[in-house]
Nanobody, 111 residues
Framework: QVELVESGGGLVQAGGSLRLSCEVS????????MAWYRQAPGKQRDLVAS???????NYADSVKGRFTISRDNTKNTVYLQMNSLKPEDTAVYYC?????WGQGTQVTVSS
């Protein structure tokens, strides 16, 4: 059973920054595409960013230029650096690989 453990969420003012981390175990990490999703209250879970095994990245239009996804294959960890945060970024952020999900970490951006 793949295990994903997220950390780094919290409360931040608009314009601030946060870095999310997701440590993955029980999988050959360097071969898989990793992704971050988010879900705001009453809304569907949407893709935020993904990174392939060779480092190719993809971003939702709403976060392009503000968020950066990266990975460290030596630590089996994927990161999401979030800058210039906006209140509309408030959501639970989930780490994903294939059909497996982390427990989620809350990000709240105050105006």
């Amino acid at each position: 059973q793949v295990e994903l453990v997220e950390s780094g969420g919290g409360l931040v003012q608009a314009g601030g920054s946060l870095r999310l981390s997701c440590e993955v175990s029980r999988i050959i990490f360097r071969f898989v595409t990793m992704a971050w999703y988010r879900q705001a209250p009453g809304k569907q879970r949407d893709l935020v960013a993904s990174i392939s095994s060779i480092g190719a990245t993809n971003y939702a239009d709403s976060v392009k230029g503000r968020f950066t996804i990266s990975r460290d294959n030596t630590k089996n960890t994927v990161y999401l650096q979030m800058n210039s945060l906006k209140p509309e970024d408030t959501a639970v952020y989930y780490c994903n690989v294939s059909s497996c999900w982390g427990q989620g970490t809350q990000v709240t951006v105050s105006s």
